[in-house]
């Protein structure tokens, strides 16, 4: 459901984190949902064999363990996110873009509204226009 929906919405990578592995004693298993999780990849058109499947056990990295499901494979997670999915570009030359997501109203403050920044640069002080 989530490879599906993720192709839905437009995610343009994705990496995969096979969760309790920890609890699994037969390494053909693994390697078993690993295959079937790379051909489901490939049904919904992401790369399914060069697609990041990364094998762990959350609640042993949080306990600090030091096995290969533990700390390592949070770490391996984190190494195939900064190398596989590439850094988003921002067009900074283009004028200031930022959609609002959210109005808050806050006593002695006034009005704050928050956003993500789609397009160009802001600088402290500078004024803004807001449209809508």
């Known amino acids: 459901e989530h490879i599906l929906l993720s192709r839905q919405v437009g995610v343009p990578y994705i990496i ?18 690993e295959m ?12 399914g064999d060069d697609t990041p499947v990364i094998r762990g056990s959350a609640l042993k990295a949080l306990e600090g363990d030091a096995g290969q499901y533990g700390e390592s494979s949070v770490l391996a ?25 959210d109005v808050f109203s806050i006593s002695g403050r006034g ?10 640069i802001v600088k402290v002080g500078e004024e803004v226009e807001i449209v809508g």
Do not use: H, Q, W
């Open 111 to 120: 009005t704050v509204v928050t956003g993500r920044v789609e397009a160009g």
């Open 36 to 47: 079937e999780v790379r051909e489901l990849l490939s049904t919904y058109d992401f790369p």
């Open 77 to 101: 997670l984190v190494e195939a996110l900064d190398s596989y999915i590439p850094e988003p570009e921002r067009a900074i030359d283009k004028a200031f873009l930022m959609p609002i997501e």
């Open 16 to 33: 995969v984190f096979l969760n309790k592995c920890d609890l699994v004693d037969d390494e053909e298993l693994l390697e078993l949902v």
